[in-house]
């Protein structure tokens, strides 16, 4: 397999785990019912992952880093000026929840719940990078789009 092959395979199982985990939790997700989704030998999951707890690890990277990218594309290059990006984000936050009656598409609040603990001790033995480095820089640049949207909002013509 090469280089460009191997990548997408991985990143086919990390986007079938991550729908799967959405509707089934972590947990409910049997290794047999993911490689049969996604297609995939059994050694492809290993191949790229030592345990389902290290793809777990690789669930929430891949997670937080489409889910910021998002962030950073609807806030630097979202319609309007900064407060009314923030506006509509919360809209849409509230338009998804009264249509769907919950708040779907955060990986992070579903496996918490199910897998936090376990996970969270293979990510520190094994010196996963997702808390020291997505999170800080997540919650940095949404204080400084919070910032720039209140400045419009307070702001007087």
């Known amino acids: 397999m090469n280089r460009h092959s191997d990548c997408d395979t991985r990143e086919h199982i990390l986007a079938t785990g991550e729908q799967l985990c959405m509707h089934r939790g972590f947990t409910g997700m049997g290794l047999s019912e993911l490689l049969k989704t996604a ?3 059994k050694g492809s999951f290993y191949h790229y992952f030592r345990s389902k707890e290290a793809f777990g690890v690789a669930l929430l990277e891949h997670h937080y880093t489409g889910y ?3 962030l950073v594309d ?6 309007g000026n900064y407060r009314d990006r923030l506006l509509a984000y919360y809209q849409h936050t509230l338009n998804q929840f009264c249509q769907q009656g919950i ?3 955060c990986l992070t609040v579903k496996l918490s719940a199910e897998v936090l603990r376990s996970v969270g001790r293979y990510a520190r033995r094994h010196g996963s990078r997702s808390q020291p480095d997505y999170r800080p820089a ?4 949404w204080r400084k789009d919070v910032r720039k949207a209140v400045s419009h909002l307070t702001a007087r013509p």
């Open 39 to 41: 297609e995939v030998p």
């Open 68 to 70: 910021l990218q998002r």
């Open 74 to 79: 609807h806030f630097d290059h979202g319609d």
């Open 103 to 105: 708040i779907s598409g």
């Open 138 to 141: 997540g919650a940095t640049r």
